[in-house]
Every structure is written in C-alpha cells, then in structure tokens.
C-alpha cells in the first residue's frame, strides 16, 4: 500500500507487505530529515534519518528516500509487521533556527494480518 | 539505559492550578526541549534550552514557563491551566553539534487533563 502523504491520513497495510509513507516538506533550504515512529501511549522513537547530500538511506528493514527537486520523502518498510503499527512523522529541520525542526502531519500504519 | 523520563505519566489538575511536569535524562545532552502534543496532531514545540539558554516560541503562551536547574532536569510549569492545555507533553533531549543536526530522544510524555 502507499500513502499519499498528509491527505491520506491512515494507511493499511497486510502483514509481510512492504509499506510506503510519504511526506512532502515545506522549505527547499531543509537540509536534515528524520522519521520517528510513535505508538500509542509514548513518546515518539527515531528510526532513520538523512542529510540532503544523499538521496537514499537504508537501516533494518527500512529505507528512507530524498527527492529534493520536488521536496519529497518517503518511509520504506519492509515486511510490515503488526509491531509497525503506530503513527509515523516526518521532520525536516528549519533553516537558520538551531537544532529546531518542523514536524509533518503524521501517517497512521495499520497492519492487518 | 540511557534515557527520558518523564514524571508523572498522567497528571489531572483542576482549571487554573498550577502544575508542573518534570523530565530527567541520563544521556548528557545539552540540548532539552518541551512539545505539546494534541490528540491526532503533531508535536508543537513550545520552548527549548541550549545548556543554560532558553529559547521560547513566538507562540507559546506566557502561562507556560520552564526551568532547568541542572543538565539533567527539566520542568514545565503551566500557571492557570485552561482547558484548551488538556494534552500530551513531551520532553526531548538532543546532543548539541554545530549545525544542531541531531535525531530527538523523546520521553513517553505526560497526559495532562484539566477538570
């Protein structure tokens, strides 16, 4: 399944499919992203993150890709599990404000079995 | 395990008492910021210190103060609580770099309702 990003709100997902979120952010000077991941009830936890010097960055089972061109950038999970259930946000950092970033809307993944 | 945390869990506080939420972290950073965090919504930075340097938001309310003692303490205070400050409260720490970089480590938060 695929999310279309702050619109599409809710995503379904079967167990074992690979999951796409995305989000599009708001500052072409944006140069540092980082997806968090948070269940009900906590705070929310760091999965990836990535520099605008790349466009594609891999960890355990997920893969985060850069478009700066038309400021885009998407989670990859692979093999969804039911513990991938939770809300998923994008971050991009503000540009010329230290250490502060601008959260996205939010993706909620719902896994199925 | 090096980590944030946050005390209490839920907090329920009548209209206009004040209360305060508190955070310590055991990973030494210097950087601790405060977020409210609605139903549904994103996190909402309200302010963040800088080792001792506080940093407010344009738009957060003046009911809404903090105090750092210490590098490992952080409190918020919320002066007259009103029902529209019934949310989630996260408190976060980042290692302070140069460019200000770094991923956040949050705490589970503090469910804070007004009656």
């Known amino acids: 399944g695929e999310s279309v990003g702050l619109h599409l709100p809710t995503l379904s997902v079967q167990e074992g499919d690979n999951s796409i979120i995305n989000c599009a952010y708001s500052?072409?000077?944006?140069?540092?992203f980082i997806w968090y991941k948070q269940e009900s009830g906590k705070g929310p936890q760091f999965i990836i993150d990535?520099?605008?010097?790349?466009d594609k960055r891999q960890g355990q089972r997920v893969t985060v890709l850069l478009n700066k061109t038309v400021k885009h950038l998407s989670l990859q999970i692979a093999a969804t599990q039911p513990g991938d259930s939770a809300v998923y946000f994008c971050?991009?950092?503000?540009?010329?404000?230290?250490?502060?970033?601008?959260f996205g809307a939010g993706t909620q993944v719902v896994v199925t079995p | 395990d090096a980590m944030v945390i946050q005390n209490p869990r839920y907090q329920v506080t009548q209209f206009g008492k004040p209360v305060t939420l508190s955070c310590s972290q055991t990973?030494?950073?210097?950087?601790m910021y405060w977020y409210q965090q609605k139903s549904s919504q994103a996190p909402k930075l309200l302010f963040h210190?800088?080792?001792?340097?506080?940093?407010n938001e344009a738009d957060t309310p003046d009911n809404f103060q903090s105090r750092r003692p210490n590098t490992s303490f952080c409190f918020l205070d919320i002066r007259s609580p009103g029902l529209g400050d019934a949310a989630m409260y996260l408190c976060?720490?980042?290692?302070?770099?140069?460019?200000?970089?770094?991923?956040?480590?949050f705490g589970d938060g503090t469910r804070l309702s007004i009656l």
């Open positions: 976060a720490t980042s290692s302070g770099t140069t460019d200000g970089n770094q991923p956040q480590h």
């Open positions: 500052n072409s000077a944006s140069d540092y």
């Open positions: 990535i520099r605008s010097n790349m």
């Open positions: 971050a991009e950092n503000i540009a010329d404000s230290w250490g502060k970033f601008q």
């Open positions: 990973l030494n950073h210097n950087v």
């Open positions: 210190y800088y080792d001792k340097d506080f940093n």
